[in-house]
């Protein structure tokens, strides 16, 4: 970017903090940033940024809420009375007391020390609340996934479709320097005035009827930005479109009249002097601070903050900096997990970095601190102990506490690495987006579909009992033998053409999960396990054990093969957290490791005996999901009842004795999200278990 220091004298900053979520609500006081960036937020992914008086508020996804003065963090939390740490949106009413948005069980407003949660049953549309405003008559606006609730006196009222909004999901809602009520959704803009409802989209004049973000110029011209078209601006009755094909997350006026744009890879700043756009992007400008803007706040003196989802990005006058926050999981959505030789388990994210997971401690790698590459696709663990990560920017060996990286310069055919594989003869072998290479000492050999590959881009390697090679692409599976290729697509042999995993069984038998279902071949037949058979054709992991028994991960369910019996589990259960699982592991310690494609990773202990050997009976348990209290009903006397993470720790542990009815509080500091309930009987040996969701 060539324009920065011109940017810099017009503006001093950068990222937005005064005018956020529409011009009712503005800071009064002037904001001071530190020289320098401390440490001090919760959690580094940031949904929504709020300024009032003197101090900055952040909703974090996780972490709670924080606040900074310029030179001191603190740190709102479940501890502190929220209902969750998973917070979306902060707006404060005319009295300067913050409301907070979460992703359920829906806002949560101080009353003097003491926090008071809004929900469904008092009159919110949803708990997940997805954006907030107030508008000039102090009436406070919250956006959900079902539509629009309004707190006014006390009193809620809610707008759905049912009453013309064009879809559920509220993005963002603004009002104009005239009073008017604009709503951005999924489907167009909706205009309220105050009595009836009317709306706009491509059909006029929109360029996208996706819409994230809504705000006006010092000119009273409506921008509106829309996820993957750009911003659509309408001035008068005319509309022009600049950014196409953006995908716009947020738009923010600062105090000169400026505008500035967050996009899915940097940001734009609108500057009315020249009347142009200026771009600045993570390579030259964010310098490695991260492209994903959720939202942009500016102060009174120009300080301009982005709320990114690695970190906390301020500009001004200096220059840039960061504040970074505590480490944890690095995105809800987690590709591949494998163990290292001190039993901890890496997790990688295909879009948010790797963390590894030490008995309760937290370590991110990600683009910002280590690798070339965003995405994360390959976690491999090799005969010498050490770790390999394949990325978007090569692949990465973890030796002695340094990283090592591996280009096309070291003989990959490209940097774009899916895959990491060692042999039965120490050679390693790399699946790119150019092909296959395998790295032999100094020896490199390569794999096309020049060479009879089915793909070019290879995401699952296997040697099997032979010392053949299968290889997993988007258009079918390849075997190499050594000599040549032999190719199978969609039909008699597999189900379809995307493989999503790889596996040899205790048995010698190779499995194969696909869209639409998954193959077993034990070396002379094939077998096609679909539904009704296995609980969904969408099978995305596959994990074998030693005794022989197969897991089989699905978008909806759990599926265990044992001699030829299926077994599944399911969430409604008891017996899972999460129906959609996207890869299985198994540690060394027997407990198993499952991620999901949205919230998260939860923890399966196979260790305890199977029922048909040595389980208790079945226990009920209610409500569920729950709040506050749980209460269990029991088939006899028990010995102890503990409640457990998804980690495993135990976060409760009770002692009963001669109860068949127990009530059991919750404690306020669990965080929402799925525990297990475990029930020991008398004799020690008999337990039962099920899942619990804490909202």
């Known amino acids: 970017m060539n324009h920065i220091s011109k940017l810099f004298l017009a503006t001093f900053l950068l990222f937005s903090f005064l005018f956020p979520k529409g011009a009712a609500q503005t800071t009064t006081d002037y904001f001071t940033v530190a020289s320098t960036a401390g440490p001090g937020l919760s959690d580094i992914r940031i949904m929504d940024l709020a300024g009032f008086g003197p101090k900055l508020w952040l909703a974090t996804d996780g972490g709670g809420v924080n606040t900074f003065d310029g030179a001191n963090w603190e740190v709102i939390t479940q501890e502190d009375g929220l209902p969750t740490d998973r917070t979306t949106t902060i707006v404060f009413d005319q009295q300067g007391t913050p409301w907070v948005g979460t992703r359920g069980p829906g806002v949560a407003t101080l009353e003097g020390d003491q926090w008071k949660v809004f929900r469904k049953a008092d009159g919110l549309s949803d708990g997940w609340i997805s954006c907030s405003m107030r508008d000039s008559d102090g009436r406070l606006w919250f956006g959900t996934r079902r539509g629009i609730s309004v707190y006014d006196s006390g009193t809620w009222s ?21 009073g008017m009520i604009w709503v951005a959704t999924s489907g167009g803009v909706n205009k309220y005035d105050g009595n009836t409802w009317s709306s706009l989209t491509t059909d006029d004049g929109l360029i996208n009827n996706n819409v994230q973000a809504i705000n006006q110029d010092k000119n009273g011209d409506l921008w509106f930005g829309t996820w993957g078209g750009g911003v659509s601006i309408l001035s008068g009755g005319t509309w022009t479109n600049p950014l196409e094909f953006e995908r716009v997350r947020a738009i923010t006026r600062d105090g000169n009249g400026d505008m500035f744009i967050a996009v899915g890879n940097g940001m734009y700043f609108y500057d009315y002097t020249d009347f142009n756009f200026t771009s600045f992007e993570e390579e030259d400008d964010l310098h490695g601070y991260g492209n994903i803007i959720n939202d942009i706040i500016v102060d009174n003196n120009q300080n301009i903050f982005a709320a990114t989802w690695n970190v ?49 401690e937290w370590e991110v790698y990600n683009y910002i601190n280590t690798f070339e590459g965003e995405r994360i696709y390959d976690v491999f663990r090799d005969s010498k102990d050490e770790m390999w990560v394949a990325t978007s920017g090569g692949a990465y060996r973890y030796m002695e506490g340094q990283w090592q990286r591996l280009t096309t310069d070291d003989g990959l055919l490209h940097n774009v690495t899916y895959s990491i594989y060692e042999d ?3 050679r390693y072998w790399f699946g790119t987006f150019g092909g296959l290479t395998v790295i032999d000492g ?30 997993g692409t988007n258009s079918g599976l390849s075997l190499y033998d050594g000599a040549g290729f032999t190719n199978f697509t969609q ?40 539904m009704p058979e296995i609980s969904n054709n969408s099978v995305y992991t596959i994990m074998p054990e030693e005794n022989g028994s ?15 019996v299926i077994t599944k589990y399911f969430s409604n259960d008891g017996t899972l957290y999460h129906n959609s699982v996207q890869t299985l592991f198994k540690a060394s310690d027997g407990q198993v490791w499952a991620a999901t494609f949205s919230d998260g990773v939860f923890v399966m202990d196979f260790t305890t005996p199977t029922r048909d050997q040595h389980w208790g009976p079945e226990f009920q348990i209610y409500p569920n999901p729950v709040v506050q209290e749980l209460h269990l009903s029991l088939p006899g006397p028990v010995h102890g009842i503990r409640i457990i993470d998804v980690t495993g720790l135990n976060v409760l542990e009770k002692l009963v004795e001669d109860q068949q009815s127990i ?33």
């Open 663 to 695: 009530d059991i509080k919750l404690p306020n500091y669990l965080s929402p999200g799925i525990y297990t309930v475990v029930v020991k009987y008398e004799s020690g040996h008999l337990a039962s278990s099920r899942f619990i969701k804490v909202d």
């Open 158 to 178: 809610t707008f759905t479709m049912e009453d013309g909004i064009l879809a559920e999901y509220i993005s963002d809602i603004f009002q104009d320097a005239d």
């Open 312 to 360: 906390l990005v301020f500009a001004n006058s200096q220059g840039w900096n960061r504040f970074e926050g505590e480490i944890g999981l690095c995105s809800n959505s987690i590709y591949r997990m494998n163990e290292d030789n001190q039993g901890r388990i890496w997790m990688a994210s295909s879009s948010r970095g790797l963390s590894i997971y030490d008995d309760g």
């Open 442 to 471: 100094n020896d490199i050999m390569t794999l096309t579909p020049d060479d009879g590959l089915i793909d070019n881009s290879v995401y699952h390697i296997l040697e099997d009992a032979n010392g053949h090679f299968w290889f």
């Open 424 to 426: 039965s003869k120490g």
């Open 550 to 564: 197969v897991w089989i991960g699905t978008f909806n369910g759990i599926n265990r093969y044992q001699d030829g």
């Open 491 to 530: 039909g008699s042999e597999i189900p379809a053409n995307q493989i999503n995993d790889l596996q040899m069984d205790a048995n010698q038998d190779i499995w194969i999960a696909t869209n639409s279902g998954v193959s077993k071949y034990d070396g002379s037949q094939w077998q096609i396990l679909q």
